[in-house]
């Protein structure tokens, strides 16, 4: 289908949605000419942004599904996310935890906008966009700290009932029982501060399991040091060559390591405690996936993208254009 059909069936899909909705905001405009896919709410008025696409261009039908499920997710923040409880947190609690909240509230609105009507079919617009992103950039490792919001994003819509065509990581996360006692008390919540509870409670949870991690990775440091201590005060000093192999022998051998059940820093770690963080690096915040899908959406409109209005021979759909005519 031409881009321009693509334009003109996503705005009279979504004007129907805001009319079965009852108009729950006083103005439902789109604007096709942004650098970026949102959609912005403020004193009321919502504007659905796309990036400017070439109406010449032709568009399959999965990328028109795409983008549908993709308004309508945003359009289901405006509907059931109460910013304050949010912004609040984003004010007093760090960075991550925002982030948590997102991963958190994406299901439970989807969840809402499905059970609320508005749009019959959103449950299988926002499987198809779920499993489309996870088609293209595939799933996160168990033990990346950093993407546990992207993990609870997927994880709490497969509670909603949506077939997910990947794995679940959850059990072979070190934190999973706190990501799934996280995602079970979300599926309960009835609105946004609830949300945010919860995700501080989780972020306070994983805080503790970083603190115990590291004080387990410290402990057979101090220890090393004792037995290098030990062994240099007594038989190992002045022996020469003998003592010092006994030594080694004994204080850095493969079976003392294996049979303490101790992690000894370096490679190792990977092999004695595969799946689990090896160190404080593990529990890095910072680079995780973005939860929401705005990126996969601008990468996706990117082929078909118009780099400016005059290549495409058509005005953008809502957008005004004037033509002067001269007679001789």
Known sequence: MLAIDVKRGVEATLERVYLNT????????????????????EDGETRVVFPGIDETKQVDRSMFNELIGYALHELGHVWFTDNDPWDRARNLQPPFVSALINGLEDPRIEQRVIKSGYAPNSRALFE?????????????????????PYVLAIEGRRLNGYHIGVASVIDDAPWGEHLRWALDESQKATDTSE???????????????KEEQQQQSEQPKQGDQQDDSQDGDGEGQGQGGEGDTDDSDVSD??????SDGEPNGGESDGDSDKGKP???????????????????????LSEVKATADANSPRPHVLKSKVVRFVFE
């Open 195 to 209: 949300v945010v509870d919860i995700a501080v409670e989780l972020y306070k949870r994983l805080q503790k399991l």
């Open 128 to 148: 198809f966009l779920v499993n489309a992103v996870l088609t293209k950039d595939g799933y996160v490792d168990a033990d990346d700290f950093k993407n546990i």
């Open 253 to 258: 051998g493969d079976s003392d390591g294996d």
């Open 22 to 41: 009852g108009r729950k905001f006083k103005r439902l405009s789109f604007a096709w000419a942004g650098n970026t896919a949102a959609v912005c709410h």
């Open 278 to 300: 090896s160190s404080g690096k593990s529990f890095d915040e910072s680079g995780g996936r973005p939860v929401e899908p705005s990126d996969y959406i601008n990468e996706r």
